[in-house]
Structures are given as C-alpha cells and as structure tokens.
T-cell receptor, first 115, second 110 residues
Framework: GAVVSQHPSWVICKSGTSVKIECRSLDFQATTMFWYRQFPKQSLMLMATSNEGSKATYEQGVEKDKFLINHASLTLSTLTVTSAHPEDSSFYIC???????????FGEGSRLTVL | QQQVKQSPQSLIVQKGGISIINCAYENTAFDYFPWYQQFPGKGPALLIAIRPDVSEKKEGRFTISFNKSAKQFSLHIMDSQPGDSATYFCAASKMEKLTFGTGTRLTIIP
C-alpha cells in the first residue's frame, strides 16, 4: 500500500520556538494533503487542507499565522508551529490523497511537546 | 457541533467474540464512511469503508452495516483477537474532508 511518512516522529522544544513537521507521500503523488491534531484519548480534528501550489484552507478556529502550511510539491507538505507554547503540545497527523484513486493514507503522526 | 457520534466509548470483548461499534451521522451530504484502527502513538489505518448505496460490506473478519434511512452505520469484528485491541474511529466524508467520530477503545481479553 501507499506510504505516508512524517518527520520528525517526536519533537521537544522550548516555548517560543518554531517547529516544522514534514509530511511526504513516498510512492505516490498527492495533490491534496490534510493536517489533523489529536489530543490524548480524543478524536482527530481537521486543522487544514493543503493543496499543492496554492494556499492552505484552514478550519474554523485554527490560526493560520500560528500553523503555517506549505505544500510545495506533489509529495511534500509541511506544518510549521510558530512561537510554540505548551498548549500546542499535541499529536499532529497528516494524510495524503492519492491523486489517481482518491484514497486517503495517513502518516504515523508527530508528537510535539512544548516545554 | 459533533456531526458523527460514536458509541460505546470503550468496549471489552472476550477473545473469539463479536465486537460491535456504532456510529450515527447528521449530514446527509456525507458520501463515504470509513473505519480506522489506531494503535497508541501511531497514525490511523484504514480498515474498511462503505458508500451509501450499499447496505453491507464484508472484508475478512470486518463487516460494515449501513442504514441510510436511520443515518447509522456500524462495525462488526468477528472472532475478535487480542491483536484487535486498539482504538477504532468511524468517519464520514464530504468533498474529501473527513469528520471523525469520538473513538472507541476496544480491549479483547483472553
């Protein structure tokens, strides 16, 4: 099956710093990628939809200046958490839509801990 | 507004038994209903999915039952095994965007 890779899988940073998380579709092209946030023992909440070559579409309540999304190629989308604070600590998961079939594949997630 | 309601929140089933998880949705525009399995610290993995023109879909030990008029769908895991212990999420999709249920933590006991 298609593989979506996220990097890093976990990161610890100091409050006020910025953290970048990468989402790559390894063996397929993805015109659309999605970013989710998951708190412990809770469901996945869609943060934004990322389309290659265009600006991301953010869900209501998600700060676009806080969570910068770039989808520079058909295989890579990045999420940058700017000026991170402890309340940004969470599990961030991306998914990629395979252009050929429309199927969605999820990454393994990236756990962010802000001290 | 919770558009996809999932129950139960947790479920304990004996090995070999049937695990049943239920979901209900509100938006009739949803056109794709997948189930995901998630292990701790991992991303969700697609188990099985159904479209609203079908009332049932079976893949191995996993079956989705879909009731369009009631706006409900359920996951049945037959012959449940300890390796099935995980959190299960139903979801509903409109225009590619997935709305997830609240999740069910399933534990299979020997």
């Amino acid at each position: 099956g298609a593989v979506v890779s996220q990097h890093p899988s976990w990161v610890i940073c100091k409050s006020g710093t910025s953290v970048k998380i990468e989402c790559r579709s390894l063996d397929f092209q993805a015109t659309t990628m999605f970013w989710y946030r998951q708190f412990p023992k809770q469901s996945l909440m869609l943060m934004a939809t990322s389309n290659e070559g265009s600006k991301a579409t953010y869900e209501q309540g998600v700060e676009k200046d806080k969570f910068l999304i770039n989808h520079a190629s058909l295989t890579l989308s990045t999420l940058t958490v700017t000026s991170a604070h402890p309340e940004d600590s969470s599990f961030y998961i991306c998914s990629a839509r395979w252009s050929n079939t429309g199927e969605l594949f999820f990454g393994e997630g990236s756990r962010l801990t802000v001290l | 507004q919770q558009q996809v309601k999932q129950s139960p929140q947790s479920l304990i089933v004996q090995k070999g038994g049937i695990s049943i998880i239920n979901c209900a949705y509100e938006n009739t525009a949803f056109d794709y209903f997948p189930w995901y399995q998630q292990f701790p610290g991992k991303g969700p993995a697609l188990l099985i999915a159904i479209r609203p023109d079908v009332s049932e879909k079976k893949e191995g030990r996993f079956t989705i039952s879909f009731n369009k008029s009631a706006k409900q769908f359920s996951l049945h895991i037959m012959d449940s095994q300890p390796g099935d212990s995980a959190t299960y999420f139903c979801a509903a999709s409109k225009m590619e965007k997935l709305t997830f249920g609240t999740g069910t933590r399933l534990t299979i006991i020997p």
